[in-house]
């Protein structure tokens, strides 16, 4: 919002159900009240795989209410959107083919080595019109150098750009997308299996729905934010688990994100016990 001159304060945020998913009678209501004060609701941007906890949006339901009202949909699937090359994991992100707009970066899951962010916009035109420029310096010609209708630059801000595609078309080629989304779907059922060994354990509690690859947990003790930083901090220092903090409802909560393609349920084991270890000695010592 910012990039686009539009600014945050013209952004809207609108509040989450229990499962993360954008409230759909709240958007409507949003879209009704700044059309009522004059205000020009003009874009959706919905979520396929959110940063915090992999939760998804009613994407098909977004459809139909940018439809209804007129607006471009666009949908940030950063690292969810790729669970569409997944058989199991492609239900989550129906709707998405009826977006404006996607953005995704295939150097999360589909491993293609940074950076590799793209952006697919349905109207050509459009996208074209956003960003070629006419400077005198990129004057086409009908041959030579400055052929060709669409540059590289025209679709994007920068001028000079790294050879993106290549890198990604290599990763597709080597590896094919039935293994990416293999790889996908394991850290999907290692996430899960990680939900199993906390649920059972009454030190821990879950404080997501796991959607996706991602476990967001907290110890059930109290003073909890700061003995999750300190677990966190205690296991990044020993170099064997690498889980981040975030803040979910106000509190620091764990969060483990399993994106590697080498990461197995023996490893989710392996952290756990990690984990368990790691958490008594700190409630021994904030306690
Ligand atoms: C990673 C991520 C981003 C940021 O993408 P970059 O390519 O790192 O700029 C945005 N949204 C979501 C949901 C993400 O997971």
Known sequence: MDLAGIGTDNLRLIETDRQGAMALDQLEAAIASDRQCGRKPFLIVATAGSVNTGAFDNLSALAEIAQHNHLWLHVDGAFGALAVLSEQLRPRVAGIERAHSIAFDFHKWAHVPYDAGFLLARDSRAHYETFASSAAYLTRLPRGLGAGDVWPCDLGPDLSRGFRALKTWFTFQVFGAERIAACMLENCRAAEYL?????????????????????????????????????????????????????????????????????SIADMDEFFELLVRTAEVVLARVG
């Open 195 to 263: 939900g199993e060994r906390l649920r059972a354990c009454a030190l821990f509690e879950l404080c997501a729905p796991i959607s996706l690859n991602i476990v967001c947990f907290s110890v059930t003790a109290a003073q909890r934010d700061e003995i999750n930083a300190e677990i966190v901090m205690e296991l990044h220092t020993s170099g064997r688990a690498a889980p981040s903090i975030t803040r979910l409802n106000q509190a620091r909560v764990i969060r483990a994100a399993i994106v590697n393609h080498r990461t």
